[in-house]
C-alpha cells in the first residue's frame, strides 16, 4: 500500500483516518502527490544526484514545477500527510461536520436507502421539510453521508452495487472533421463509488443510444468477469436517454417499466439532460479532460476550449481508455479496504439484471402491451 510505501517502519492509522477524511477530490489529489515525491525519493535512494524529469513528475501529479517545489519543501519539513492535503488548514463548512447518530445524518443515510434513484438534492428537499437548515447545507450533508458510506469498510458492502448511473457526456475535445463535433462519452458508473463499469467514446452526432449500449455491454462483462455483483435484488438505475434512431421506442419502454414499477428513473428531455449527474458524481474532470455537459447535446455549438486540440477518433478513445483506467484503479483500492475485490460478489446479479433491463430499453425491445 502506498502509505506503508511512505513510512514503512512507523504505524499508518492515522495518516490513512487522515486520507479517508477526505472529500474524494482533495483525496485523489492528497495521494497523486504522495505518489509524485515517493517517486522521486525512489528515483534518488541510492544517488541523491540522480536525474529526475521533475516537470514530467509534477505534471503526472497535477502539479506546477513551483508547485511540486512548494510540497517538497513542506514534506521535507514535517513528513505528514497533511502537508500534501489541498486547503487542508481552511476551515471545513460546519453543518455538514455531524456525528452519525446525529438525527439529520440518521434521516439522510435513511432517504438513501429508502430512494436510491433519488438525487442529492431530492434527498436534500425531503430532509428540508423534517430539520430547520438550508437547502445547499442539506446538499452537501448528503452528498458527505454517500461519501462516507462509499469509503467505510463497514459500510460500503451495503451500499455497493445498490444503483447504477447510465449517461452520455461531452468531454473538452471535438472531432477531425471539416465541420467539428463534439466527442461524448457514454457510460455505465456503479453509483456509490464512482467506480466507471463501463464506457464507449463517439461524436455527438452519432447514435449515443447504441454508443450507451456498448457502455453497457462493457459493464456487464466487467462485473460478471470480476464478480463483483450483488447477490440479491436489482439495483436501480439513473438512465439519460442519447439520442438515436430508436429514441421514440426507448420513451416508450421507459415510460411501461416506470409504470410497472422497475426501479428506472429516466431523464429523457431537453438538451441539458446530458451529463449534469456526471458531474454531480465524479466531479468536473476525468483526469486530464473535462466534462461538457452543455455541450453534448446533438448539433451544439462547439465551444472555444483554450487550446485543447481536436482529435481523431479512435485516439480519443485511447485517450478516455487511459483516463478511465486511471480513475478506477484509485477507486478499486479504495473499495478493496472495504472487502469489495474481484471475487466479493456474484458473477450476475443485481446490477446485471438490471444492466439487462436497461439495455432492453434502448435497444427498444420491451413490447408496449394492452392493459
Known amino acids: 500500500m502506498l502509505l506503508h510505501r511512505a513510512w ?5 492509522d492515522e495518516q490513512i483516518a487522515l486520507l479517508r477524511s477526505l472529500p474524494l477530490l482533495r483525496r ?40 511540486l517545489f512548494a510540497i517538497r519543501q513542506k514534506w521535507a519539513a514535517s513528513r505528514t500527510l497533511s502537508a500534501l492535503v489541498p486547503y487542508l488548514g481552511r476551515a471545513e463548512r460546519q453543518p455538514t461536520q455531524r456525528a452519525d447518530d446525529d438525527p439529520v445524518v440518521v434521516a439522510a443515510r435513511r ?19 423534517e430539520f430547520d437548515l438550508s437547502a445547499p447545507v442539506l446538499v452537501r450533508l448528503v452528498r458527505r453521508v454517500r461519501r462516507d458510506d462509499a469509503t467505510d469498510p463497514d459500510r460500503i458492502g451495503t451500499v455497493f452495487g445498490k444503483a447504477i448511473l447510465v449517461d452520455v457526456c461531452a468531454i473538452n475535445r471535438t472531432t477531425l472533421d471539416d465541420d467539428p463535433q463534439m466527442i461524448v462519452c457514454a457510460l455505465v458508473v456503479e453509483r456509490a463509488s ?15 443510444l447504441h454508443a450507451q449500449l456498448q457502455a453497457i455491454g462493457q459493464a456487464h462483462e466487467m462485473v460478471t468477469r470480476q464478480r463483483l455483483d450483488q447477490p440479491d435484488g436489482h439495483a436501480a438505475a439513473l438512465l439519460t436517454l442519447g439520442d438515436g434512431p430508436g429514441f421514440d421506442a426507448a420513451i416508450a419502454s421507459a415510460a411501461l417499466l416506470k409504470k410497472s414499477g422497475v426501479d428506472l428513473a429516466v431523464n429523457s428531455l431537453g438538451s441539458r439532460r446530458y451529463g449534469s449527474r456526471v458531474v454531480s458524481l465524479l466531479g468536473k ?14 448539433h451544439a455549438e462547439v465551444p472555444a476550449f483554450g487550446g485543447d486540440p481536436a482529435i481523431d477518433i479512435d485516439d480519443a478513445r485511447i485517450l478516455v481508455d487511459g483516463e478511465v483506467s486511471s480513475h478506477n484503479a484509485g477507486v478499486l483500492e479504495r473499495l478493496a479496504e472495504g472487502g469489495v475485490r474481484p471475487g466479493w ?8 439484471g438490471t444492466l439487462n433491463v436497461v439495455a432492453d430499453v434502448l435497444a427498444g425491445r420491451i413490447k408496449l402491451r394492452s392493459r
Open 111 to 129: 432517504l438513501i436507502v429508502e430512494r436510491p434513484t433519488a438525487s442529492d438534492s431530492m434527498i436534500a428537499s425531503a430532509l428540508g421539510r
Open 8 to 12: 514503512p517502519d512507523e504505524p499508518v
Open 345 to 352: 460478489g456474484v458473477a450476475e446479479g443485481a446490477m446485471v
Open 285 to 298: 474532470r476525468l483526469g486530464r479532460l473535462w466534462w461538457r455537459p452543455r455541450s453534448s447535446a446533438p
Open 194 to 208: 464512482g467506480l466507471m463499469l463501463g464506457h464507449h467514446v463517439a461524436a455527438a452526432n452519432d447514435d449515443t
Open 28 to 67: 485523489e489529489k492528497a495521494v497523486a502527490r504522495l505518489k509524485a515525491l515517493l517517486t522521486i525519493e525512489a528515483a534518488r535512494r541510492d544517488n541523491p544526484r540522480a536525474h529526475v524529469d521533475l516537470k514530467k513528475v509534477a505534471a503526472d501529479a497535477g502539479l506546477t514545477s513551483d508547485g
